[in-house]
T-cell receptor, first 115, second 111 residues
Framework: GAVVSQHPSRVICKSGTSVKIECRSLDFQATTMFWYRQFPKQSLMLMATSNEGSKATYEQGVEKDKFLINHASLTLSTLTVTSAHPEDSSFYIC???????????FGSGTQLSVL | GQNIDQPTEMTATEGAIVQINCTYQTSGFNGLFWYQQHAGEAPTFLSYNVLDGLEEKGRFSSFLSRSKGYSYLLLKELQMKDSASYLCAVKEQDSWGKLQFGAGTQVVVTP
């Protein structure tokens, strides 16, 4: 099946710093990628839809200036958490869909801990 | 938007059968997915239903009734490794096909 690679798997940073998370589709082209956030024992909350070559579409309540999304190519989307604070500590997961198939494939996730 | 409801937790013994129900209220529907997620890991795809009826795949089966806004995931011959969270997700009827997830059902399999 299709593979989505997400990096890094875990990051610990100081409050106020920025963190970049990469999401790559390894064996298919993904015109659309999705970014989710998951707090402990809660479900995945969609943050934004990332479209190659255009601006991301953010869900209600998600700050676009804080969570910068760049989908520069058909195989790469990045999420940058700017000026991270402890409340941003969460599990961030990207997902991508092959254009001709229905199911989403998920990256392995990034556990962000902001001190 | 979507309103997706599923039980918080279910416990069953090894070898038994468990049925996880999911109800949804949606302004647009374009399919329902079930994913399995182990703690600290990304979700893995289990099933997809877009038409009414039962889809069987090995020990796992999924059912959909669009008129009732209802789906269930049936896990048969439970194994210890099936202990995980099971997420019901509805695909929206938009150009991107984004998924909205329920809160997940934690299944605990006991010996």
């Amino acid at each position: 099946g299709a593979v989505v690679s997400q990096h890094p798997s875990r990051v610990i940073c100081k409050s106020g710093t920025s963190v970049k998370i990469e999401c790559r589709s390894l064996d298919f082209q993904a015109t659309t990628m999705f970014w989710y956030r998951q707090f402990p024992k809660q479900s995945l909350m969609l943050m934004a839809t990332s479209n190659e070559g255009s601006k991301a579409t953010y869900e209600q309540g998600v700050e676009k200036d804080k969570f910068l999304i760049n989908h520069a190519s058909l195989t790469l989307s990045t999420l940058t958490v700017t000026s991270a604070h402890p409340e941003d500590s969460s599990f961030y997961i990207c997902s991508a869909r092959e254009s001709d198939y229905e199911k989403l494939f998920f990256g392995s996730g990034t556990q962000l801990s902001v001190l | 938007g979507q309103n997706i409801d599923q039980p918080t937790e279910m416990t069953a013994t090894e070898g038994a059968i468990v049925q996880i129900n999911c109800t949804y209220q949606t302004s647009g529907f374009n399919g329902l997915f079930w994913y399995q997620q182990h703690a600290g890991e990304a979700p893995t795809f289990l099933s997809y239903n877009v038409l009414d009826g039962l889809e069987e795949k090995g020990r796992f089966s999924s059912f959909l009734s669009r008129s009732k806004g209802y789906s269930y995931l049936l896990l048969k011959e439970l194994q210890m490794k099936d202990s995980a969270s099971y997420l019901c997700a509805v695909k929206e009827q938009d150009s991107w096909g984004k998924l909205q997830f329920g809160a997940g059902t934690q299944v605990v399999v006991t010996p």
